[in-house]
């Protein structure tokens, strides 16, 4: 077959200019002095999160300016995990004081501890389908609900191993890991709980987990380097190629893009496994030894995590998304591809016409 050149200039515009950008990491030099966890954006356009061994709540915003609040949070306590709630503040536990938190994006806290099992621990928290936050009880081996009003019940039965983190599913119930029994749990909201293993490396340790944006559940598998999925109906799968072995993958966050990306805690490396099972790894711009953990999607469209260890220069990251289909061009390149595009269209409609001619009976 003969190559036209019109077509293949036409296919290497194209390749340039929707060749994706390289992705770009961010660290902000906090002047943290306490240990940032969970992270989650908020309804006013910044993220927050938790610094629990200093006992304060932390905010910062895309242009990387952090303010922090105390008032309100007894001495001792130590936030944890944070989810937006439904009425515009952040919830967020605190195991050491065995309560959980709310703070209103004024900086105003309050918590609640009523109806909550002594030594709970409160851990892993979201938002419900039924307007309440649900969180895990990893020390007391129950499910907690709260409600904005603060009002908390407690759900065990069918619940066989201490669960970690929470995250709302796409089918009206709450799914949670249980990293330690090797299971991954779903709970209705009338408190019915099933518990899913099939499928699941043994001693994989489900860490972190986070709907998809197939319809289905993906979560961490800190102690044997693998992303897992799991259906609603409780079909698990487990991915590992192009993950680094030893790099821990901790937290896990959908993104803009259609992909999850997550952390790797051990690597200092940003992960991306899109919805086929296809990962990348990103370390540029990363301190080595940062230990990221918790990863959410901001509110600019980058993905946001927090570095545990990585105090005197960060502690809080961000890290650019490709776009999530056609990149947009910018101006010279609409200008140019359309020009040539017209020309490529041009000549083969010319070519066609003379083809048809030329085969044309006489």
Request: hydrophobic share 40%; proline share 7%; with cysteine.
């Amino acid at each position: 077959m003969r190559h036209r050149p019109h077509l293949q200039s036409a296919a290497l515009l194209l390749t340039l200019c929707f060749a994706g950008s390289a992705q770009v990491v961010t660290e902000y030099p906090a002047g943290l002095t306490g240990f940032p966890n969970g992270i989650a954006a908020a309804p006013d356009g910044a993220l927050w999160f938790t610094l629990g061994p200093i006992n304060q709540i932390g905010r910062i915003t895309t242009a990387g300016v952090v303010s922090r609040y105390s008032a309100g949070l007894a001495p001792g306590s130590g936030s944890d995990m944070i989810a937006a709630g439904p009425d515009g503040a952040l919830w967020f536990t605190d195991p050491y004081g065995n309560q959980i938190g709310r703070i209103t994006t004024a900086g105003v806290i309050t918590v609640y501890s009523a109806g909550l099992t002594p030594g709970g621990s409160p851990d892993g928290i979201a938002a419900g389908p039924d307007g309440a936050l649900w969180f895990t009880e990893s020390g007391g081996f129950r499910i907690g609900r709260i409600t904005t009003a603060g009002v908390i019940a407690e759900y065990s039965a069918g619940l066989t191993g201490f669960p970690k983190e929470i995250s709302a599913g796409p089918d009206g119930a709450l799914w949670f890991t249980e990293p330690f029994s090797n299971r991954i749990g779903r709970i209705t909201t009338a408190g019915v709980i099933a518990e899913y293993s099939a499928g699941l490396t043994a001693g994989s340790g489900p860490w972190q987990i986070a709907a998809g944006p197939d319809g289905a559940l993906w979560f961490t598998e800190i102690d044997v380097d693998r992303i897992g999925r799991i259906t609603t109906g409780g079909t698990i799968t487990e991915y590992s190629a192009g993950l680094t072995a030893g790099s821990a993958p901790n937290g896990i966050a959908a993104g803009p893009d259609g992909a999850l990306w997550f952390t790797e805690q051990n690597g200092d490396r940003i992960g991306r496994i899109t919805t086929t099972g296809v990962i990348t790894e990103y370390s540029a711009g990363m301190t080595p030894g940062g230990v990221p953990t918790s990863i959410t999607r901001g509110p600019d469209g980058a993905m946001w995590f927090v570095e545990v260890d990585n105090l005197s220069v960060g502690g809080i990251g961000r890290i650019t998304v490709p776009a999530a289909s056609v990149p947009t061009l910018p101006g010279w390149g609409v200008l140019l591809l359309a020009g040539l595009l017209t020309g490529v269209v041009a000549l083969e409609l010319r070519r066609r016409i003379r083809w048809r001619a030329s085969a044309s009976p006489r």
